[in-house]
């Protein structure tokens, strides 16, 4: 009884190292391909910036070029959309500032949102006409600089 039992634990012995063997090998098999797929990345990172390093030093000598008066607007403009062209977030954020700047600049566009404003926030705007206030404004600023102050 007592060698069957020193058999089965043998035997158990030996499967767990076999299985801690497997285990090892397993892991050092995922150790590596993380390894590999890092240095892939870090290469492809690397690459990355390269190419953007390069393609914002076209646009530099390209306005270097302008500057020096060796190229035209036209050129410079081919030059800076060639470049810029891949890089979608540029785009993305060049096309929120020219809508906020629509937004910000035109007239119709302010005083709808002055209204909405209004009829959401009563009692915000000061009492009387805002273009009325801005004329006064531009009035006083006017005789200040006729003035000489």
Request: overall charge negative; cysteine-free.
């Amino acid at each position: 009884m007592e060698q069957k039992k020193g058999n089965e634990v043998s035997e158990l012995t030996e499967q767990l190292a076999a299985e801690l063997i497997a285990t090892r090998q397993q892991l050092a098999a995922v150790q590596q391909q993380l390894a590999a797929e890092q240095a892939a990345a870090q290469q492809q990172t690397a690459s990355t910036q390269q190419s953007a390093q390069q393609r914002y030093g076209q646009i530099a000598q390209s306005i270097e070029q302008f500057v020096e008066g060796k190229a035209t607007v036209a050129d410079v403009v081919k030059n800076v959309s060639a470049n810029i062209a891949q890089d979608e977030n540029l785009w993305k954020g060049a096309m929120v500032g020219a809508a906020a700047a629509v937004l910000l600049t035109s007239q119709p566009v302010r005083n709808a949102m002055g209204k909405t404003i209004d009829g959401i926030f009563p009692g915000l705007r000061p009492t009387g006409d805002a273009e009325s206030a801005t004329a006064k404004g531009a009035e006083k600023a006017a005789s200040f600089a006729d003035k000489g102050e």
